[in-house]
T-cell receptor
Framework: DQQVKQNSPSLSVQEGRISILNCDYT??????FLWYKKYPAEGPTFLIS?????DKNEDGRFTVFLNKSAKHLSLHIVPSQPGDSAVYFC???????????FGTGTRLTVIP | GAGVSQSPRYKVAKRGQDVALRCDPI?????LFWYQQALGQGPEFLTY????????KSGLPSDRFFAERPEGSVSTLKIQRTQQEDSAVYLC????????????FGPGTRLTVT
């Protein structure tokens, strides 16, 4: 049972435009959400996170939005750069737990 | 290096062989996690250590899987009598505190069972 879902396996965006990656979750106990970026043959790298008490967190070109009522979060990258091309994983953790629940990932390709 | 390291990076085992995968977490990190990532999937939790104590092993798929962290730093994931369905990338992650937030991942060990 996939508790974190990324329904778009891939996304292509022109350089300079906005990339929007989406993530849905089913477990209402999740209270901390993270985005990881993964290059081939490397482990996932932490990108940005958001607590359930917030609805937006921004770090440079990266912004994460959380809509708790819809159990949906999204990652916005603007402007997109070719170096952003990677697989992006959404992850979540319930209150009081330690492990992360991951989505299946979205492969972003930024076209120069 | 300052990051999480794992060895070997690649391992090919014949079905039925035992394997041992090593993880060196970031120095000083209290928490250590093991995940299994099958092809085309996201990482799935296997087990969690806080220092040397294994506090959660609910994700281990069978009793053929065993993990230890005897001195609270380096950890080993052992898989006995490997099966083809064990083929996956095994990721280790560590975090500074006792919670699971902002885990830092190693490059993984790709295990292929033939």
């Amino acid at each position: 049972d996939q508790q974190v879902k990324q329904n778009s396996p891939s996304l292509s965006v022109q350089e300079g435009r906005i990339s929007i990656l989406n993530c849905d979750y089913t477990n209402s106990m999740f209270d901390y959400f993270l985005w990881y970026k993964k290059y081939p043959a490397e482990g996932p790298t932490f990108l940005i996170s958001i607590s359930s008490i917030k609805d937006k967190n921004e770090d440079g070109r990266f912004t994460v939005f959380l809509n708790k009522s819809a159990k949906h979060l999204s990652l916005h990258i603007v402007p997109s750069q070719p170096g952003d091309s990677a697989v992006y994983f959404c992850a979540a953790t319930p209150r009081g737990a330690n492990n992360l629940f991951f989505g299946t990932g979205t492969r972003l390709t930024v076209i120069p | 290096g300052a990051g999480v390291s794992q060895s070997p990076r690649y391992k090919v085992a014949k079905r039925g062989q035992d394997v041992a995968l090593r993880c060196d977490p970031i120095s000083g990190h209290v928490s250590l996690f093991w995940y299994q990532q099958a092809l085309g999937q996201g990482p799935e939790f296997l087990t969690y250590f806080q220092n040397e104590a294994q506090l959660d092993k609910s994700g281990l798929p069978s009793d053929r899987f065993f993990a230890e962290r005897p001195e609270g730093s380096v950890s080993t994931l052992k898989i006995q009598r490997t099966q083809q369905e064990d083929s996956a990338v095994y990721l280790c992650a560590s975090s500074l505190g006792g919670d699971g937030n902002e885990q830092y991942f190693g490059p993984g060990t790709r295990l292929t069972v033939t």
